[in-house]
């Protein structure tokens, strides 16, 4: 029921900042195809290939003309046009707009010589099957998107540390670029400790439970972008937590230890890690709720995070400092706050200021607001992980809240 | 440039309805294992199979004790208790609680029988190494997880329809279920048509461009749990595009055509779509820009979605339409209102009250505000894709908006 470990209780951005210093800048890459890429981070800046469009193109339904044959043209004055012909899609527009003519032409279509705009189709009208009347003028690349207008050779189109979305996807095939370079997923090690902890497929006899969060962290990981290998649940014996937690940091790129509830398995787990390598523990408690007794170490440039043994402080902890850091080791800027719905709260909740609490919490729709309930009772309760459908954030400096206050609420 | 098909522009949520209606109401299921479990949905409601915990647990450290032997505790007159040992962790604790004596447990501990509390170790006072004073008294049941207290066996866990997180994947993993039911996913066939399209990876001639939308909507209906076959890219010619829509219609569950970006291919995919089965297309346009012209069909039990060509609104009516209705196929409930940021206008923006306008903008922090500007241009450049984070909503009834009003942005 002793530590020896210096305990030091930092907020998650400070314990973030202190890790970031031993962790390598450059992620390592690999080249992959776009089906695989979604989600996936870029490596290296990627800029466009080629000119895009490469020929100058309609951006509307109408009439390719010459822009100075509409000049003056009105409803009581049109200008007259010889139809000659039609802008055929997908081919090379060969045949130029002669003075005083116009070529049907359709969005995409490229444009032919000498034309110079489009008149949409709605300010024309038809006189016979060979000639029509302009019924506005057009200035000169009115209508008309330019050879290189969208994207010019050499234009930057994605930074590096980007992840990838669906339609980045989609601009990367547009413009002929199906590989690219991603950062290597960083392989975690998720392992869970506590003599009373048994794996999910396992009987647990009288006294032990099976393990929640190998589960969870496992999944949380892979969402992060993350490889998972896992490496079980250890018993309450240093010798054999350390030789698990050496194997793990041998084979990955990042450690999870799930410590189990009580706190001698707790103060263990610390000391294991501290003796991993340089330069060990660098936070020892953080500023959250759930959460605090949280290790936060670097081993031989490797991040080792001990994690509450509860699943919905492991599950808090993770998305404060375990996501940020794979994020790191993906080369990926800092996510910026996670999409938030705010909610007034159905009853009023007790918090401490210099510390943020996390508040699990069933949304529902009462007329046109959100409302959140707090789901309270034992926080070490597992029905609460499924009951819960956000996480209400109370922010470091504030104090309780009361009933019918707006809060912040995270998807969980 | 006409079209014979009756012109009826619907609300999205309107499309979806009448789209509901001809749909199956229960979908496939196949077991799967908790591992690919993640961001699947339940086929059937999945309760507990046992009690949880299966024992009474402590849910502190402290000391195990009879909550009688602590009435009247306090600071100038402690309870004085013998220490009868330790509860072992993850073991039977078989040895009883005598009265008069306590056993130390740590938190997760089994409570030993004859015991009916926990002391919170900070409440107690070591006295010798086999006595303590107890500072404050505990009732019966205090500190203590009685057996079932979390779940009981058949208390309903997860309902049917719900997409799996991480934590629901760990409260099964501790309740020893290791494989579930799961809707099997949609099968998406995904095509493309215009003459001026190519493939990704074929060089375009002049005239042509290579496909945006097959890639970005492939990756969509991924993200929204579905599988992709993708039927390349059918020339302006009905005969093939019907033959391609029809081959698509055998393997797939749904159907998505990004139509060329010209009326006249618009028109044909249309007419395509209406002969494919009964009853047809069940919207023509829908009130929303970019996007107005989506058609939305049902092919005897099949949706079939005729998307612009333009990829903005081809991304939009995906949001709006197809997601929802592969969630649909899924058994999955609506999903709700996607979380948004809320941010300010650098810019005015025009609007019409009557349609949902979706704007894509360029997020930013400034001092503690996010702001949000506009990408204007041609909607129909690739590179909007690429440089926008965000999509302004405007809703249906409301008119432009002014520089620096609040406004709803979704991801995007």
């Not at 009347?133 to 994605?158: K, N, T, Y």
């Not at 190998?214 to 992060?224: G, H, P, V, Y």
């Not at 309450?236 to 999870?256: G, Q």
């Amino acid at each position: 029921m002793t530590t020896d470990i210096f305990f030091q209780i930092v907020t998650p951005d400070e314990a973030l900042a202190r890790l970031s210093e031993h962790l390598p800048d450059i992620p390592r890459s690999q080249p992959i195809g776009l089906d695989p890429a979604l989600g996936r981070v870029t490596a290296a800046p990627i800029s466009s290939p080629e000119d895009s469009p490469a020929f100058a193109r309609s951006a509307m339904d109408g009439y390719a003309v010459r822009a100075a044959d509409t000049f003056g043209a009105s409803e009581s004055l049109p200008a007259f046009l010889t139809v000659d012909g039609e802008v055929p899609m997908g081919a090379t527009a060969e045949r130029p707009v002669q003075p005083g003519t116009a070529q049907l032409i359709h969005t995409g279509g490229m444009l032919p010589p000498q034309a110079d705009a489009v008149v949409m189709v709605e300010y024309t009208q038809p006189v016979d099957e060979a000639s029509l009347e302009v019924l506005r003028p057009v200035a000169p690349g009115q209508h008309v998107i330019q050879a290189g207008e969208d994207l010019a050779a050499g234009d930057p189109l994605l930074p590096a540390g980007h992840r990838l979305r669906a339609q980045d996807l989609g601009v990367l095939a547009a413009l002929g670029i199906t590989e690219i370079h991603a950062a290597v997923p960083p392989v975690i090690g998720v392992l869970s400790s506590g003599d009373e902890i048994v794996p999910a497929d396992a009987a647990p006899a009288p006294g032990q439970v099976r393990d929640v969060n190998a589960t969870t962290l496992s999944a949380l990981a892979r969402q992060a972008g993350a490889e998972v290998r896992e490496y079980g649940v250890a018993p309450d014996d240093r010798t054999e937590l350390e030789r698990l937690t050496r194997a793990a940091l041998e084979a990955c790129d990042l450690i999870v230890i799930s410590a189990g509830s009580s706190v001698s398995t707790r103060d263990m787990t610390a000391e294991v890690i501290g003796s991993l390598g340089q330069p060990g523990v660098l936070a020892h408690g953080i500023a959250v709720k759930p959460g605090k007794p949280t290790i936060v170490a670097v081993a031989d440039g490797k991040p080792v995070f001990g994690l509450p043994g509860n699943p919905v402080s492991a599950m808090v902890v993770f998305g404060l400092v375990v996501a940020p850091t794979i994020r790191r080791l993906l080369g990926a800027g800092p996510a910026g706050d996670p999409p938030r719905r705010k909610a007034r709260l159905t009853r009023s909740l007790a918090s401490q200021t210099g510390r943020i609490d996390f508040v699990p919490a069933v949304l529902e729709q009462r007329d046109d607001e959100s409302w959140a309930t707090p789901v309270l009772g034992p926080s070490n309760l597992i029905a609460t992980l499924v009951r819960a459908s956000g996480l209400i954030r109370i922010p470091l400096d504030a104090g309780g809240l009361a009933e019918g206050a707006w809060v912040d609420v995270e998807p969980f």
